[in-house]
């Protein structure tokens, strides 16, 4: 705890710090005031109500100051200076949070204290009006453990409610409304209970208007999504319905069922009665109503999601695809049914009113629709039917899957799109991403009526949740409807051929969970949940119905919201490119737009040049932080506008037209700011030896850095990408590469952005900044893509590009010049794109510049300056070391260039780079012939020797060089040898000889090093070695050496042989494993032969020397075979026992005895099992030749002189009663003699 309550006092002036400065809402001219009565403690974090608000300071203690009633000493109801709350003292606390009139705390171990205002059950106290101390809560998961307390990481507090983010990303939630989102009637709630709606998700941060709720949530990584229902689990009816055409099939989900819609039972009787419903047909079509209008006019089509309690999760699959493509392919609608009325719609579309009607009934809020006021007479418009993206998308995908097509996008037909959003949506693109849906309970009554549940808010957008992004579509030449090939039956080939050529790019630029970067900063794939009162539009769903339960906003998926704001009625949204979304209530312009509707999100339009890092939302007013170009964050206030004294203005206030930028600049730097009712507060820290300065200066170079670079990204690398015809496949590889590098680094960068955002609420501890805690994740990154960029660049770059790719690309010059900051119109496009491409690297030298500044705030002898010394100099060499990098590549392209064309293409590989070459004539072969060309070509990974119309690649991992001593009469010379051959090189000075011999020696150690493109950084084992080691492992396939043609050998090597311990494979299967001596088999190694003929292998264990088996071992042949014993050049030679068979074989046998050159020669003892006879004798040739002995399995026992296995001559036999003869014997072991004896002692 203590390391935590110690602020970077190293960095001096550390107590100029989170300085409270105070200003009145809806007087934005005034200065600031200090805050009265608070000395000089460091503030951390503020938190405003309605007319209180509470301070956290540095050392962990909370502090109340204005209004505050729940006090029980009378003197501390209005004190005049803020007020310790002194049961907490003690509690070191973390974060807070003010509701209009109830405060929370969340100290260091994740304890929750509540109060204030307690009428509704907001403090989780039951049956008591006020909580005038800090009062613990308990809140404890029945499911898991309910005795274990359940640890909190964050707070935030409605007017009625408050709800708590759990250590395990959980949301508990009491008080009352349903703004809570639980699945209950009985209010107030007072026990914590967990938001089962987002159980299991990852939920990174919650909000609370007066109230509504907002939750930040970790999108689904696309294999966790959950498969999608069949039926509504309220009203049982199909969510999706397809409509079979020719030759396509339309999907719609044309279902909503309302959620958390308050109706009475006499009305929802009402609505059942009179609900007309459209013919069948027309129900079916009504998707397509709008469809030819708005095409005629250039309109498009607005995506409408979810105003229902649809439980569907989405499609990460098609929206990742929709990344890629940023444009949509789909084809057009047929049959499109008339309009009651075409002209009055027209006129409908074109004038957005911001009329609506909203009306409190005793039943609860209630939008009531009102009528269009273009004409009376056209009847109330059915809106057109909800689309629930997700379960559309997971649709697609299956047919996808069957019909072999690939679904480019699936922008829906859906709720009106205006001229108006037209030109503002130009700005912010908006690509549906995953989604995950909704449950509820409605209403019995209501089955049958959908047409007519859903209230709209009159003339805007229709229940329009998720707007389109209209610039990309208006590129495909006007919106088109979703549609499929039919299913299976009715593939058109035409269709088949289409789809199947754009497969080749399905997975670019949707960067993969890199869980490192992921774990350590903040993610920026979000989507936004939203729940609770909706009647001024402030879910953000397109309509002004309230929810019961946390709903996906639609169209904030993929635009990487990294901060939530709610103020009373509306609320903002602040992404990873420094734009703020806002929507809700925008009476008095606190939205910072008046575009409408105001019921979806919308960019608000706070500064064209800068972006936004941090926003605060008040009671009607909004206040945005801005970066500015000296760094020093400027403070834009958007929303109520008091009459000043004296002012004839009529009574109701007035509002901001845009937002007006507050004169703060003399403060400080602003690091935070926190709204309330009347009052907004700000937290400055003065600049001392400018390291706040510095801080921000790097965090507002970064984020510029990631907008820029998401700009490439978007504008430039995903139309080309989606180009048919890009180029030859390779080069479709290669750019693919360097996207997917591109697209890493710009998530990390954006990543790291709104990390520093946050770095800059909090203590500012120079030693915790990403950058220098984990710097090998940045220099990994910029390393790779580094890497691809210059392959690219090396294999022809841009240029390799076809003739759509160039034109597109000379189309975007200007913006391409302009993304590339080259200021000269004269700059080739080629030049000016290698320098788009290659921006990232000057990062690197912004990152060591600004980290020494901040070094420079620090005594010499701190560990902090030693830090930050270190982490520049390490991102100052990598961007040195890319640099070279770069100019490796222009070098090798140039010579590429100028290089004869046929061996271009064999040579050229995206990681091959020219170190350098002979055709100055400096290098030349020694006895070469007098007309002979001889070219030396050294490379990163070989040395070329280049003649004529042929050229041999030496690998330089089994390449060694040595100066030729001067004896051996080679002044100049260059002695190398390789595995197969060995030449000398003549140099024509000392010094090119010595150049050479240090380029290719060095070249060789990077070779077997494999770091040619991994930067220094990190140790000092970057220094380079004089010379590579003789003695070295490396793999090299033969190519002359008829014993060793083609084979492949893997293991160590001595000057150019294979010595020591390795694996040599012959391409017909062959393989020895063990050791080598001078290039060939020697000592211990197992060797095997395939056996083609009986599919098996012969294989040898043993001894070998000078490339023969010799000595001891075992060899088993292919037909079953064992011998073990003696070997000598290659062949049995010595004592050796060789078993042939198993018993259960056909014919087993067994041999003992010595072999000479392969066969049986000399004493031996061969066992036939099969016949039973056991031979004991002398052998020659493999037979049995001389004396000898048999024994049969039925007692016989023959001894005698035996040839060609035969026994001839005199011989004795034995028999089994003992009865011996004597004789001559024959070839068929018959007594041929008259001897005979009889037993040993008669007579004859």
Known sequence: MDSKKKSSTEAEGSKERGLVHVWQAGSYSVTPERLPGWGGKTVLQAALGVKHGVLLTEDGEVYSFGTLPWRSESAEICPSSPILENALVGQYVVTVASGSFHSGAVTESGVVYMWGENSAGQCAVANQQYVPEPNPVSISDAETSSLLAVRILQLACGEEHTLALSISREIWAWGTGCQLGLITT??????????????????????????????????????DLKPVPERCNQCSQLLITMTDKEDHVIISDSHCCPLGVTLSETQAENQASTAISPSTETLDNQGEVFENTLVENDLTVATDTNVGNVQ???????????????????????????????????????????????????????????????????????????????????????????????????????????????????????????????????????????????????????????????REEEAEGGSRRLSLPGLLSQVSPRLLRKAARVKTRTVVLTPTYSGEADALLPSLRTEVWTWGKGKEGQLGHGDVLPRLQPLCVKCLDGKEVIYLEAGGYHSLALTAKSQVYSWGSNT???????????????????????????????????????????????????????????????ENHSGTKTPVLLSCSKLGYISRVTAGKDSYLALVDKNVM???????????????????????????????????????ANTVQLLQEVASRFSKLCYLIGQHGASLSSFLHGIKEARSLVILKHASLFLDSYTEYCTSITNFLVMGGFQLLAKPAIDFLNKNQELLQDLSEVNDENTQLMEILNTLFFLPIRRLHNYAKVLLKLATCFEVT???????????????????????????????????????????????????????????????????????????????????????????????ATLWAEPLSEEAGGVNGLKITTPEEQFTLISSTPQEKTKWLRAISQAVDQALRGTSDLPPYGSGSSIQRQEPPISRSAKYTFYKDPRLKDATYDGRWLSGKPHGRGVLKWPDGKMYSGMFRNGLEDGYGEYRIPNKALNKEDHYVGHWKEGKMCGQGVYSYASGEVFEGCFQDNVRHGHGLLRSGKLTSSSPSMFIGQWVMDKKAGYGVFDDITRGEKYMGTWQDDVCQGNGVVVTQFGLYYEGNFHLNKMMGNGVLLSEDDTIYEGEFSDDWTLSGKQEAGKPGSVS
Request: glycine share 6%; charged share 20%; hydrophobic share 35%.
């Open 186 to 223: 009985a209010f107030p709630v007072t026990k914590p209970q967990k938001v089962e709606h987002l159980a299991g998700r990852v939920v990174l941060q919650v909000a609370c208007g007066a109230f509504h709720s907002l939750a930040l949530v970790q999108c689904l990584p696309s294999q």
């Open 312 to 470: 569907t999760t989405g499609g990460d699959a098609i929206s990742s695809q929709q990344d890629i493509m940023g444009t949509t392919e789909i084809s057009s609608a047929r049959n499109v049914p008339s309009y009651p009325d075409t002209q009055a719609v027209n006129e409908y579309v074109q004038k957005p009113s911001d009329h609506s009607v909203r009306e409190n009934s005793e039943n609860g809020e209630k939008p009531v629709p009102s009528q269009p006021l273009v004409e009376e007479a056209v009847p109330n418009l059915h809106s057109p039917p909800t689309t629930s993206t997700s379960a559309l998308n997971s649709l697609v995908v299956s047919c996808a899957s069957a019909v072999g097509v690939r679904v480019a996008a699936t922008y829906e037909a859906g709720a009106l799109s205006l001229k108006k959003v037209m030109n503002f949506y130009s700005t912010a693109p908006c690509e549906p991403g995953t989604q995950a849906g909704i449950s509820s309970i409605g209403p019995e009554g209501l089955k049958d009526s959908r047409e007519e549940q859903v209230k709209q808010e009159s003339m805007q957008g229709k229940k329009s949740s998720s707007l389109v992004d209209i």
């Open 588 to 650: 008095f312009g606190q939205l910072g737009h008046y575009d409408f509707p105001t019921t979806v999100p919308r960019l608000a339009k706070v500064n064209s040049e800068n972006g936004v890092w941090s926003v605060a939302a008040g009671q009607d007013y909004s206040l945005f932080l801005v970066d500015t170009e000296d760094f020093q964050p400027g403070l834009y206030y958007s929303g109520r506008q008091d009459p000043a004294e004296g002012d004839n203005l009529p």
């Open 690 to 728: 400018g390291y706040i300065a510095s801080l921000h200066e790097l965090a507002t170079t970064e984020r510029r850095f990631y907008s820029k670079l998401s700009d490439i990204k978007s504008q430039i690398l995903r139309p080309l990408l989606s180009l048919e015809n890009l180029g030859t």
């Open 862 to 956: 701190s560990p902090e300056y030693q830090k930050l010394q270190d982490s520049s100099s390490c991102y100052e060499s990598l961007a040195l070391h890319l640099g070279r990098k770069r100019k490796e590549a222009e070098y090798t392209l140039g010579f590429w260039k100028t290089f004869p064309g046929k061996m271009t293409d064999s040579l050229r590989k995206p990681e091959r780079r020219l170190l350098c070459e002979s055709s100055n004539r400096a290098l030349s072969l020694q006895h070469a012939g007098r007309f002979s060309v001889n070219w030396f070509i050294l490379f990163n990974d070989a040395l070329v020797h280049a003649q004529f119309s042929t050229h041999h690649v030496f690998p330089l």
